[in-house]
């Protein structure tokens, strides 16, 4: 069952959240100030990937199916 997600910048520069299909193409639902945060609801098993400006990985999450916090930080 899809739950609530909410991912928190702590990273120090603006990222880009992005939900990634299984064949590997991202849609970008975010950009996420630093100290700032996102909620989303997501379904178990969803993969999201998170970048900075430049588009480099800096993180990724998966859904849990249930209510959960995701911290990016160095």
Same mark, same amino acid.
């Given at each position: 069952?899809?739950?609530?997600?909410? %991912?928190?910048?702590? %990273?120090?520069?603006?990222?880009?959240?992005?939900? &990634?299909?299984?064949?590997?193409?991202?849609?970008?639902?975010?950009? &996420?100030?630093?100290?700032?945060?996102?909620?989303?609801?997501?379904?178990?098993?969803? &993969?999201? %990937?998170?970048?900075?400006?430049?588009?480099?990985?800096?993180?990724?999450?998966?859904?849990?199916?249930?209510?959960?916090?995701? &911290?990016?930080?160095?």
């Amino acid at each position: 069952a899809p739950a609530a997600i909410r %991912l928190v910048n702590a %990273l120090g520069k603006r990222v880009r959240v992005f939900s &990634v299909d299984a064949n590997g193409e991202r849609k970008q639902f975010a950009e &996420v100030e630093p100290n700032a945060s996102f909620d989303q609801t997501i379904r178990k098993g969803a &993969v999201w %990937l998170i970048t900075d400006a430049d588009a480099k990985p800096v993180g990724y999450f998966i859904g849990a199916g249930e209510p959960s916090r995701a &911290v990016i930080r160095q």
